[in-house]
């Protein structure tokens, strides 16, 4: 994760909004990439971007500094985005999404870099199924490469629940490539 320098966040608190444009170009992508794989929509990753940046300005004095600072704004991305996905519909996978997903999967480009719509279909079709707290964990550990402590330490779950959760959405996902013909048993 990123380390931001402790001046950069005293001047935050004491409300340099010079030294706060400086963290929300440091952090935008991070918290971009966790909205977008959570909630599979662009505009409402952008938004919970958006959101989780103005909830930081506003609490950034409350801000404990023994607590990593990336793990504290993905908590409250996590929080807003398990929100929205109470709040909205399940998103259902698209018969187009299928066709993005046998594309990258039959794709010999390992250095392939997903554009922000092909992300959006594989998370459709893959997270299918997973509790908004399974896709949070999963999100968090697999796509996002963040340890269980630090899931932790965002979502509030004890080690056991990470674990459990964490689990359950690896099975899930493996039987949804299985049925759809890409994992062997």
């Known amino acids: 994760m990123i380390q931001i320098e402790d001046d950069i966040l005293t001047r935050c608190q004491g409300g340099d909004k010079a030294a706060f444009r400086w963290v929300v170009q440091t952090y935008q992508r991070m918290l971009f990439s966790l909205a977008l794989k959570m909630l599979a929509d662009e505009e409402e990753a952008k938004d919970v971007v958006q959101d989780t940046f103005v909830r930081a300005w506003t609490a950034i004095r409350n801000y404990n500094p023994q607590q990593p ?11 807003l985005c398990l929100n929205r996905l109470k709040a909205v ?42 509790s908004e ?10 796509l ?42």
């Open 133 to 142: 707290k399974q896709r949070l964990v999963f999100t968090l550990c697999q």
């Open 89 to 130: 519909k399940k998103v259902a996978a698209l018969p187009e999404d299928m066709t993005v997903l046998r594309q990258f999967a039959s794709d010999d480009d390992n250095q392939r870099i997903l554009e922000n719509s092909e992300w959006v279909a594989i998370v459709r079709i893959l997270a299918e199924g997973l």
């Open 69 to 79: 600072f990336a793990s504290w704004l993905y908590t409250i991305a996590s929080r």
């Open 144 to 185: 996002e490469g963040l340890s269980s402590e630090e899931a932790e330490q965002i979502t509030g779950m004890d080690a056991r629940q990470i674990k459990s959760n964490l689990y359950v959405a690896r099975q899930t996902i493996r039987k949804r490539l299985k049925d759809l013909g890409y994992e062997e048993d």
